[in-house]
């Protein structure tokens, strides 16, 4: 070939290593954010203190801080915690977020003290975090990115993963348990498991969202064996009651991506929607056993679990809302 | 000094004699193999921070990024065959090759300008999907053209693993990039589009437009004889037996998606599945292609399908330990190592030299056909029996389809020496 050609080339690699090594400095030296010191405000005073984490309006990707509200009044901010998606229960919480370096997402487990027990990178964004009342188990949901070397074989996929909550250790995921459906093994290549919510009694039982084909089936969690039952239909990001006697969950609309939210009764499996008449993409926390919690986005609000009253805003530019017991020491 | 310069000088073509007269690869197929590998580098970069940016800096919706990847997948679907004969009509493979080239650096200068909206991005997803449609039959026929026809399978080894090294690559420039700038997409996206134009110019500047076999000039091949090459007497056997083929091989997607259901180890050793496949991959792909110029490419290719009955063993035991799943992923390295580029080497060698470009862009979008056929049977199956069930039943399928494949692509290949 002829020599031209080579000296043209090795110009311009020579040129694109400097522009692309000088853009890469550049951008290293120049402002480069994961988290927001922005706060929240609270609302309506309620008589129940509440964890949030704050959001940025202006760039709601953005990890934010986490704080307590109480009384109307935004009482603590928890030292060296920012994240996307937090939940607390009996001394030990889960914070998701962006990672420091910007290029993944990580999980943070960590005690009353704010203090770290263990930190886990997340295949993918976070979605769904609780923490079983007795503080025994907590449950991760992310959306998992397409990995480029492969093609995915759905849309999206979701991996929900189970936690020791103790030392944060990974007790497997979702995708791994066993399922039946009206006693029969139950299985398709389309599984996705999101939004787990733990029994107020017994921890080892838990509810969640199993997705396949068009069905968003509820099913019953064993967590000893390993083992999940399809209860019925039509039921996604289902959250326990403090009582364990109803379900809150999204009910969806159409075809799109939008929800109601429902609340269940776990005795008849029969439900109905609430107040609340915009779409809410959240997995509901419950105020009292009459009262939901639940955030659009950018602000908390609550609502009357039987379906009368309407929505109030109980904490503006917050999300992930989660009850504490009083005296609870997060 | 003198002396010094002329010995570095005799040297230097010396070495590159010895090294290229051991592999034998025409310099046209290395240079080939360079614009694919940094194309790779530059498209892996996007495709690796894509879901990031598209949820983190743009606040999309998970479901957003599922619609934009599925854009991403079927934009390329029927480019390939039109792209294919116009190259083999206008006897311009370069040419074309270079629109599909351009149309993706061009896609990656729009990411920098113009990717800061859900459907700016998804647009320019598609116009480098199609870009990727319209280079792939032509660039494959420039390979082919430029290799003597007892060492195709050498040359597409030698293409395919340099290619899978740029995939490689990508991701880990990417990651570099944003732990040294967190967060900082725009800088993923100038240093992709440097790299594409690189790759770009190493097509214009290095790759030979007429290589040893191309075809004297005469009247341009018609549509007519291109749309007949699938009754062709050596070429409509190797199309049957790649569409059996491929309907009756699984997914690697899925076969991942099944192993993650079968195995019980820490999820974070997920994404270790695929590289340690595309190891496997590029570091099979060049011996086995000069094993398949040795004994013919018709055995290796058998050999190649049935490494998937391991791949389909270890799905069917009931646990996995870590060696068998090494064994999983090396297998399915080297099943995709001796069967992909030596299938296309066949074709290579089988096809007329006018209608090159034509027939690899039937032979892709027939393979791809029967790929999408594969995943919907085997997904339904998994619903209806069962995971392992449905393996059991693809490995009986492709049972069959090795047996029924197997006295075509020998006749297929008899043809071709004997024409």
């Given at each position: 070939m002829d020599s031209r050609g080579g000296k043209i080339t090795v110009a311009l690699v020579v040129a694109c290593v400097l522009l692309g090594g000088g853009y890469v400095v550049y951008a290293a030296l120049g402002p480069s954010q994961t988290t927001t010191d922005a706060s929240p405000t609270a609302g309506e005073a309620s008589g129940v203190p509440v964890m949030v984490r704050a959001v940025d309006p202006a760039k709601p990707t953005l990890n934010g801080r986490v704080f307590v509200v109480e009384d109307g009044k935004v009482v603590r901010r928890l030292p060296d915690l920012a994240c996307e998606r937090v939940y607390y229960a009996a001394g030990r919480g889960i914070c998701m977020g962006v990672a420091a370096s910007g290029v993944d997402y990580d999980a943070t487990v960590f005690d009353s003290e704010s203090r770290k027990l263990n930190e886990i990178t997340l295949l993918g964004l976070p979605s769904r975090a609780r923490v079983s009342a007795d503080g025994r188990y907590g449950a991760m949901t992310v959306f998992v990115n397409g990995d480029s070397y492969l093609s995915s074989p759905t849309a999206f996929s979701t991996r929900t993963t189970l936690l020791e909550m103790k030392n944060g250790e990974q007790l497997g995921q979702l995708e791994q348990f066993t399922v039946t459906k009206d006693?029969?093994?139950?299985?398709?290549?389309?599984?996705?498991?999101?939004?787990?919510?733990?029994?107020?009694?017994?921890?080892?039982?838990?509810?969640?969202?199993?997705?396949?084909g068009d069905h968003h089936y509820l099913v019953e969690g064993d967590i000893?064996?390993?083992?999940?039952?399809?209860?019925?239909?039509?039921?996604?990001?289902?959250?326990?009651?403090?009582?364990?006697?109803?379900?809150?969950?999204?009910?969806?609309?159409?075809?799109?991506n939008r929800w109601h939210v429902h609340v269940l009764d776990v005795a008849t499996l029969k439900d109905q929607p609430v107040a609340e008449q915009r779409s809410v993409d959240d997995q509901v926390e419950w105020l009292d056993d009459q009262t939901l919690v639940y955030s659009d986005g950018t602000n908390v609000y609550t609502v009357p679990a039987d379906g009368s009253g309407e929505e109030q805003l109980l904490i503006k530019d917050a999300t992930s809302p989660v009850r504490l017991e009083a005296g609870s020491g997060a | 000094m003198y002396q010094v310069e002329a010995s570095k000088a005799l040297l230097k073509p010396r070495l590159w004699a010895r090294q290229s007269s051991r592999l034998r690869v025409p310099r046209n197929v290395i240079m080939l193999g360079a614009v694919s590998l940094l194309t790779d580098v530059s498209s892996e970069m996007v495709a690796t921070v894509l879901p990031m940016y598209l949820i983190f800096s743009l606040g999309a919706s998970p479901l957003v990024f599922g619609a934009?990847?599925?854009?991403?997948?079927?934009?390329?679907?029927?480019?390939?065959?039109?792209?294919?004969?116009?190259?083999?009509?206008?006897?311009?493979?370069?040419?074309?090759?270079?629109?599909?080239?351009?149309?993706?650096?061009?896609?990656?200068?729009?990411?920098?300008?113009?990717g800061n909206t859900i459907g700016g991005v998804g647009a320019i997803v598609a116009v480098d999907r199609v870009g990727?449609?319209?280079?792939?039959?032509?660039?494959?026929?420039?390979?082919?053209?430029?290799?003597?026809?007892?060492?195709?399978?050498?040359?597409?080894?030698?293409?395919?693993?340099?290619?899978?090294?740029?995939?490689?690559?990508?991701?880990?420039?990417?990651?570099?990039?944003?732990?040294l700038a967190p967060a900082r997409f725009d800088a993923v996206f100038v240093v992709s589009t440097l790299f594409a134009v690189l790759g770009l110019a190493v097509l214009i500047l290095n790759v030979e437009a007429r290589p040893q076999r191309a075809p004297s000039e005469g009247a341009p091949p018609r549509l007519r004889a291109a749309l007949s090459l699938v009754k062709e007497r050596s070429f409509a056997p190797l199309l049957i037996a790649a569409a059996g083929l491929s309907v009756a091989s699984v997914s690697d997607a899925l076969i991942y998606v099944g192993l993650q259901r079968t195995i019980d180890f820490d999820p974070a050793v997920f994404p270790l599945l695929y590289v340690m496949t595309a190891i496997s991959f590029m570091a099979l792909a060049i011996p086995v292609g000069q094993l398949a110029d040795r004994v013919g490419k018709v055995p290796v290719l058998l050999a190649g399908q049935?490494?998937?009955?391991?791949?389909?063993?270890?799905?069917?035991?009931?646990?996995?330990?870590?060696?068998?799943?090494?064994?999983?992923?090396?297998?399915?390295?080297?099943?995709?190592?001796?069967?992909?580029?030596?299938?296309?080497?066949?074709?290579?060698?089988?096809?007329?030299?006018?209608?090159?470009?034509?027939?690899?862009?039937?032979?892709?979008?027939v393979v791809s056909l029967g790929r999408l056929v594969s995943s919907l049977a085997f997904g339904a199956l998994w619903f209806a029996i069962g995971l392992q069930s449905a393996v059991l039943i693809f490995a009986a399928c492709l049972a069959l389809a090795l047996a029924l494949s197997a006295p075509l692509l020998f006749r297929a290949q008899r043809l071709a020496v004997d024409g």
């Amino acid at each position: 070939m002829d020599s031209r050609g080579g000296k043209i080339t090795v110009a311009l690699v020579v040129a694109c290593v400097l522009l692309g090594g000088g853009y890469v400095v550049y951008a290293a030296l120049g402002p480069s954010q994961t988290t927001t010191d922005a706060s929240p405000t609270a609302g309506e005073a309620s008589g129940v203190p509440v964890m949030v984490r704050a959001v940025d309006p202006a760039k709601p990707t953005l990890n934010g801080r986490v704080f307590v509200v109480e009384d109307g009044k935004v009482v603590r901010r928890l030292p060296d915690l920012a994240c996307e998606r937090v939940y607390y229960a009996a001394g030990r919480g889960i914070c998701m977020g962006v990672a420091a370096s910007g290029v993944d997402y990580d999980a943070t487990v960590f005690d009353s003290e704010s203090r770290k027990l263990n930190e886990i990178t997340l295949l993918g964004l976070p979605s769904r975090a609780r923490v079983s009342a007795d503080g025994r188990y907590g449950a991760m949901t992310v959306f998992v990115n397409g990995d480029s070397y492969l093609s995915s074989p759905t849309a999206f996929s979701t991996r929900t993963t189970l936690l020791e909550m103790k030392n944060g250790e990974q007790l497997g995921q979702l995708e791994q348990f066993t399922v039946t459906k009206d006693g029969e093994p139950f299985d398709a290549v389309d599984f996705n498991f999101w939004g787990v919510t733990f029994s107020p009694t017994d921890s080892n039982t838990f509810y969640a969202t199993l997705a396949t084909g068009d069905h968003h089936y509820l099913v019953e969690g064993d967590i000893e064996a390993r083992s999940l039952r399809v209860l019925r239909d039509g039921v996604e990001c289902p959250s326990l009651s403090p009582d364990g006697r109803q379900i809150a969950f999204k009910s969806r609309i159409g075809e799109e991506n939008r929800w109601h939210v429902h609340v269940l009764d776990v005795a008849t499996l029969k439900d109905q929607p609430v107040a609340e008449q915009r779409s809410v993409d959240d997995q509901v926390e419950w105020l009292d056993d009459q009262t939901l919690v639940y955030s659009d986005g950018t602000n908390v609000y609550t609502v009357p679990a039987d379906g009368s009253g309407e929505e109030q805003l109980l904490i503006k530019d917050a999300t992930s809302p989660v009850r504490l017991e009083a005296g609870s020491g997060a | 000094m003198y002396q010094v310069e002329a010995s570095k000088a005799l040297l230097k073509p010396r070495l590159w004699a010895r090294q290229s007269s051991r592999l034998r690869v025409p310099r046209n197929v290395i240079m080939l193999g360079a614009v694919s590998l940094l194309t790779d580098v530059s498209s892996e970069m996007v495709a690796t921070v894509l879901p990031m940016y598209l949820i983190f800096s743009l606040g999309a919706s998970p479901l957003v990024f599922g619609a934009i990847d599925g854009t991403y997948r079927g934009a390329a679907a029927l480019v390939q065959v039109v792209s294919g004969f116009t190259s083999d009509r206008w006897r311009r493979h370069k040419e074309v090759a270079g629109i599909g080239y351009g149309l993706s650096a061009l896609g990656k200068v729009a990411m920098v300008t113009a990717g800061n909206t859900i459907g700016g991005v998804g647009a320019i997803v598609a116009v480098d999907r199609v870009g990727k449609g319209i280079r792939t039959a032509p660039r494959d026929a420039l390979i082919s053209l430029s290799s003597a026809k007892d060492k195709l399978a050498t040359s597409f080894g030698v293409h395919r693993a340099m290619d899978s090294v740029g995939a490689m690559l990508g991701p880990l420039v990417a990651f570099g990039i944003l732990f040294l700038a967190p967060a900082r997409f725009d800088a993923v996206f100038v240093v992709s589009t440097l790299f594409a134009v690189l790759g770009l110019a190493v097509l214009i500047l290095n790759v030979e437009a007429r290589p040893q076999r191309a075809p004297s000039e005469g009247a341009p091949p018609r549509l007519r004889a291109a749309l007949s090459l699938v009754k062709e007497r050596s070429f409509a056997p190797l199309l049957i037996a790649a569409a059996g083929l491929s309907v009756a091989s699984v997914s690697d997607a899925l076969i991942y998606v099944g192993l993650q259901r079968t195995i019980d180890f820490d999820p974070a050793v997920f994404p270790l599945l695929y590289v340690m496949t595309a190891i496997s991959f590029m570091a099979l792909a060049i011996p086995v292609g000069q094993l398949a110029d040795r004994v013919g490419k018709v055995p290796v290719l058998l050999a190649g399908q049935a490494l998937l009955f391991l791949v389909y063993g270890v799905l069917l035991m009931s646990s996995v330990g870590y060696l068998a799943l090494a064994v999983c992923l090396v297998a399915l390295g080297g099943y995709f190592a001796a069967t992909e580029g030596v299938m296309t080497a066949l074709a290579g060698a089988v096809l007329p030299e006018e209608l090159q470009a034509s027939g690899i862009g039937i032979l892709i979008t027939v393979v791809s056909l029967g790929r999408l056929v594969s995943s919907l049977a085997f997904g339904a199956l998994w619903f209806a029996i069962g995971l392992q069930s449905a393996v059991l039943i693809f490995a009986a399928c492709l049972a069959l389809a090795l047996a029924l494949s197997a006295p075509l692509l020998f006749r297929a290949q008899r043809l071709a020496v004997d024409g």
